[in-house]
């Protein structure tokens, strides 16, 4: 079911005075067979300072309900009672700090052809419209989360961004809606998966604080394929009009098994760079201002499809965080599988 609403939860008092880490933001998917209790997933994000969650369902029947939300079928009307039980409700009843609804999950992937394309942006305006109508307009914004492929370079550079020729008028009225509604645009970026897919990617672009040659595109040398990939989009933004709409990278990550390059080490490399990142507010060469970066994922999902790879159920970490003299120390490991873990030192960089 693709039309899953995405709730992105923001926290503030959640982590008030935790830690004093405030920038950490992660994914908490639950597609497996035996899931962690809620209230000890909420324990684990107080005690770790996360001031930021995304959930990937709002309730239990929300593939029910949404399954044949296409124009015609409910519109606006299944919208408003879909925001009144999932969004209204919590936030008036449970003081819930919702920032965010997000329509669909990736929409627009190439592997997915026209499924969506017409039934995509009815559901954003009709979510709208529904937080308009509840008095939300102000407090939750909308936006739906892309995978990196709506756009490209054809140059190789990222200056060189545009999104793609085959969805772009769509996109250019996506991005117009987001824009004259506050919202945000999404881009879920996964280095591991450039890697994975190209044979003769360069494995340490993959990583932050590399010894890759760097791609020089212009005045800036891009050192990482984050950066490069999140700046594409960024000029693919402002080639178009919209150099100011905000950005969240909705999902990054790197998987500790089913892949030659899903390991802990790797995982350990990978994530303990990000985190040193967000930690430090370092943002790209194009946007200096960092976005909210959501770490997927919070847990393995032993559920979801290997289709894409074995890996696809080996994204998640529990992140236990303490403080050791000088330095924040991310632990991740899996105890209820009693698997390998690994530890990130955000202070030492990766």
């Given at each position: 079911c693709l039309w899953v609403l995405l709730l992105c939860i923001i926290g503030e008092g959640l982590v008030k005075g935790v830690l004093g880490v405030g920038g950490l933001a992660c994914n908490w998917g639950t597609r497996s067979t035996h899931p962690l209790p809620p209230s000890i997933v909420v324990k684990l994000l107080k005690d770790n300072g996360f001031s930021k969650v995304k959930l990937f369902e709002a309730d239990p029947g929300?593939?029910?309900l949404l399954g044949n939300w296409y124009p015609g079928y409910g519109g606006v009307t299944v919208a408003e009672n879909w925001v009144s039980k999932n969004v209204s409700s919590y936030i008036s009843r449970n003081g819930v700090d919702i920032r965010y609804v997000a329509v669909g999950n990736e929409p627009f992937l190439k592997t997915y052809k026209d499924t969506f394309l017409q039934t995509t942006f009815p559901a954003l305006q009709n979510i709208q419209a529904a937080l308009i109508?509840?008095?939300l307009g102000r407090q939750v914004k909308v936006t739906i989360p892309l995978n990196a492929d709506v756009y490209q370079t054809d140059s190789g550079l990222p200056s060189g961004g545009?999104?793609?020729?085959d969805i772009h008028t769509l996109m250019m009225s996506i991005l117009k809606f987001l824009s004259d509604n506050d919202g945000a645009l999404t881009i879920n970026i996964y280095p591991f998966l450039s890697l994975q897919a190209d044979p003769d990617f360069p494995?340490?672009?993959a990583f932050f604080n590399n010894t890759s040659k760097p791609v020089v595109d212009g005045s800036i040398s891009y050192t990482n394929v984050l950066d490069a990939n999140f700046d594409t989009c960024i000029a693919a933004l402002e080639k178009n009009g919209f150099s100011s709409l905000p950005v969240i990278v909705g999902e990054v990550g790197w998987p500790t098994d089913g892949d030659p390059n899903a390991n802990i080490e790797d995982a350990r490399r990978f994530n303990q760079g990000l985190v040193s990142r967000i930690l430090a507010g370092q943002g790209s060469p194009k946007r200096s201002t960092p976005p909210d970066i959501y770490i997927f994922g919070l847990i393995d999902e032993d559920a979801k499809s290997i289709q894409p790879g074995n890996f696809e159920r080996h994204w998640g970490c529990s992140i236990l965080m303490a403080q050791s003299n000088t330095h924040w120390?991310?632990?991740v490991e899996k105890p209820w599988y009693q698997q390998k873990g690994c530890t990130i030192?955000?202070?030492n960089g990766a």
């Open positions: 929300h593939c029910k109508k509840a008095g545009n999104f793609r020729s494995k340490e672009y120390i991310l632990v030192w955000p202070g």
